[in-house]
């Protein structure tokens, strides 16, 4: 059984630039939320997806947007790319319902230059 | 404002030497708390849940408990192979269903 799929696992960009990163839910699992995680820290919540809408944002800038489709995979687009910017992305899925915990993708290692 | 603080930041043991890491919060209305492990480059992987003051809960050599101010996670005889850091995260009323994360231990078990 695969569990949470994050694509690409390195990416390097340019300040400034855009970028999107992918992730494919936990088989049965509907409910997808996104974390940066800068070195030396804990992991940051971005915000969640839910039926395809976002149900519940963090504190990060409009310039991080997010999708979901109807197979529940989730994409996390992040624009004019800044130095700041440089961290793990991960991606959690879980089930609707309560006590259902949630189930990390390895992550994303973005770096902006 | 919810607040979530682990100590130590590290911690070296010999391997063998039991030990506990703390994960105290101060939060409104704690729906749950979770501890993770998380090697070098990878996502944080799942170990406990816990609800309610006096609960527990065990899996091989790691035991959480959890009171009304923090939890502890218990290590006994650890090995090499439990080097990893250890993070600690609420879900509460203020929260929703997002989970805020301490910034976690680092631990090192020496052979």
């Known amino acids: 059984d695969a569990g949470v799929t994050q694509s690409p696992t390195h990416l390097i960009k340019t300040r400034g630039q855009q970028v999107t990163l992918r992730c494919s839910p936990k088989s049965g699992h509907d409910t997808v939320s996104w974390y940066q995680q800068a070195l030396g820290q804990g992991p940051q919540f971005i915000f969640q997806y839910y039926e395809e809408e976002e149900r519940q944002r963090g504190n990060f800038p409009d310039r991080f947007s997010g999708h979901q489709f109807p197979n529940y995979s989730s994409e996390l687009n992040v624009n004019a790319l800044l130095l700041g910017d440089s961290a793990l992305y991960l991606c959690?899925?879980?089930?609707?319902?309560?006590?259902?915990?949630?189930?990390f993708g390895s992550g994303t290692r973005l770096t902006v230059v | 404002e919810d607040q979530v603080t682990q100590s130590p930041e590290a911690l070296r043991l010999q391997e063998g030497e039991s030990s506990s890491l703390n994960c105290s919060y101060t939060?409104?209305?704690?729906?749950?708390l979770f501890w993770y492990r998380q090697d070098p480059g990878k996502g944080p992987e799942f170990l406990f849940t816990l609800y309610s003051a006096g609960e527990e809960k065990e899996k091989e050599r790691l035991k959480a408990t959890l009171t009304k101010k923090e939890s502890f996670l218990h290590i006994t005889a650890p090995k090499p192979e439990d080097s990893a850091t250890y993070l600690c995260a609420v879900r509460t009323l203020n929260t929703g269903n997002q989970f805020y994360f301490g910034t976690g231990t680092s631990l090192t078990v020496i052979p």
């Open positions: 939060v409104s209305g704690l729906r749950g």
């Open positions: 959690a899925s879980t089930r609707t319902g309560p006590n259902y915990g949630y189930t």
